[in-house]
């Protein structure tokens, strides 16, 4: 089992800046792939980012590369987000989720976190 606690989440204005730190406790952190997703109100919960066990790869969705920056610390076992120039179509719960494969599909990941709410204001 892995258990994954989200937080950094907050309110802040368009154009703001924000960092999720994801920490995973448990079975070896480093063997796992880590993704973030997100679900805004009445939406399905969507693909962010995600990056390899290693760290060596890494992927985004459109709508947040250049943006969005997702990092990992194997010897903290920690998985960040760093989030730039917020929009307020930014704004959902924002998880993380720990699986084998990377991927950039929901059903790819074993263990979710319960979240933390980003809210950018316009």
């Known amino acids: 089992q892995v258990q994954l606690v989200e937080s950094g989440g907050g309110l802040v204005q368009t154009g703001g800046s924000l960092r999720l730190s994801c920490v995973a406790s448990g079975r070896t952190f480093s063997s796992y792939a880590m993704g973030w997703f997100r679900q805004a109100p009445g939406k399905e919960r969507e693909f962010v980012a995600t990056i390899s066990w290693s760290g060596n790869s890494r992927s985004y969705a459109d709508s947040v590369k250049g943006r969005f920056t997702i990092s990992r610390d194997n010897a903290k076992n920690t998985v960040y987000l760093q989030m730039n120039s917020l929009k307020p179509e930014d704004t959902a719960v924002y998880y993380c989720?720990?699986?084998?494969?990377?991927?950039?599909?929901?059903?790819?990941?074993?263990?979710w976190g319960q979240g933390t709410q980003v809210t950018v204001s316009s």
């Open positions: 989720a720990a699986g084998l494969r990377f991927g950039v599909v929901r059903n790819e990941y074993d263990y």
